[in-house]
Nanobody, 119 residues
Framework: QVEVVESGGGLVQPGGSLRLSCAASGSLLSIPGMGWYRQAPGKQRELVARISSSSTSYSDSVKGRFTISRDNAKRTAYLQMKNLEPEDTAVYYC??????????????WGQGTQVTVSS
């Protein structure tokens, strides 16, 4: 069984910063990829940033403001968000792509963490 837990959301003023964390646990062999998605009210869930063992990618809307990183020893991914805008308000979800015992590939989602940007 794999568990994914996000943390770090909250209320922040426009121009402020937040750092989200995503921790994966369970019978994991490896984590090829970790990604952050977000879903605003009335909108579809969208990819914000993704990190593999060798590369990162970002949506155009957050490029230059958000930075994704990972700590493999802690099985944790981070999303550093700067210069936040009201349009960044959404529930942020973490998805991990994993190889689990005995030798199965799977995708697992966290429960989400709310980010609200408002004055």
């Amino acid at each position: 069984q794999v568990e994914v837990v996000e943390s770090g959301g909250g209320l922040v003023q426009p121009g402020g910063s937040l750092r989200l964390s995503c921790a994966a646990s369970g019978s994991l062999l490896s984590i090829p990829g970790m990604g952050w998605y977000r879903q605003a009210p009335g909108k579809q869930r969208e990819l914000v940033a993704r990190i593999s063992s060798s590369s990162t990618s970002y949506s155009d809307s957050v490029k230059g403001r958000f930075t994704i990183s990972r700590d493999n020893a802690k099985r944790t991914a981070y999303l550093q968000m700067k210069n936040l805008e009201p349009e960044d308000t959404a529930v942020y979800y973490c998805k991990v792509d994993v190889w689990v015992l005995p030798n199965t590939y799977g995708e697992y989602w966290g429960q989400g963490t709310q980010v609200t940007v408002s004055s």
